[in-house]
C-alpha cells in the first residue's frame, strides 16, 4: 500500500479517537517515525502532506535530514547518549527523550552555543522494565525540579513507552498513569515548566493513547510499512 494511503489511514484513526474521547483532533500531533526507512519514504509521505518526522539514531537522523530539503521538522525520540547531543543541536525542534539530568546539561550547553533553547520532553518508565530508558515515576518530579532550572532547555511535556501488548487496551493504564503524572507535576508550578505534551502511543496502540490524553503520537509502521 503507498505510504500517502496508509497516511490517510493513519490520519482518519487519529481523528475517530479523538472524537470518541470528546477531543479536537487538531490537538494531536502526528509524528511519523522514518528510523530504517530511506529518505525517500520521507519524502514521499512529506508530498503527501506529513510535516513532522521522529528518528531514533543520531547519525540516521543526521544523514536523512541532509538529504531532504523539504521544509520538516525532526524530532528525537530514541535513547540519546551525551557525546552526540551537539551532533543534532539546531537540527531538531524536539527531543523526547531525556532521562537523566546530565544530558538535559549537554543539551542546555550546546543549545547554549546556538542561542537557542531547545525544548524537550522527560522519558518515564512507567512500566518499570529493565529494558526500558527513562525516569522512575518515583524520580520524574525531582528531575522535573532539577532540570527546571537549566537555562537553555524548556520542558514541554513527558513521554512514555508502555510494554507491549497485543491487545491496545491494556497499554490504557500505564497512558492514564502517565497523564496523572503529568497532572501532578504540573500542580507544582515549577517556574518554566509546562505540562502541555504527552508524547505516547505507537502504531498498535496510538488510540487508546488519543483516549488517554496523548498530544503526540509516534507511528512507524502504519505510515511505511513492516520494517525490514
Sequence with gaps: MP??????EVRKRIDAAAESAGRCSDSIRLVAVSKTYPASAVLEACQAGQRVFGENYVQELVTKAAEISEPVEWHFIGHLQSNKVRQIAGLVTLIHSVDRLSLAE?????WAKLGKICEILV???????STKSGTTEDGAISLVADIAGLPNVRIVGLMTMPPFFDEPDLARPYFAELKRLSVSIADLNFSGVQMRELSMGMSGDFEAAIQEGATIVRVGTAIFGERN
Design 3 to 8: 505510504i500517502t494511503k496508509r497516511l490517510t
Design 106 to 110: 549537554e543539551i542546555s550547553r550546546q
Design 123 to 129: 522519558q518515564v518508565n512507567i512500566s518499570g522494565e
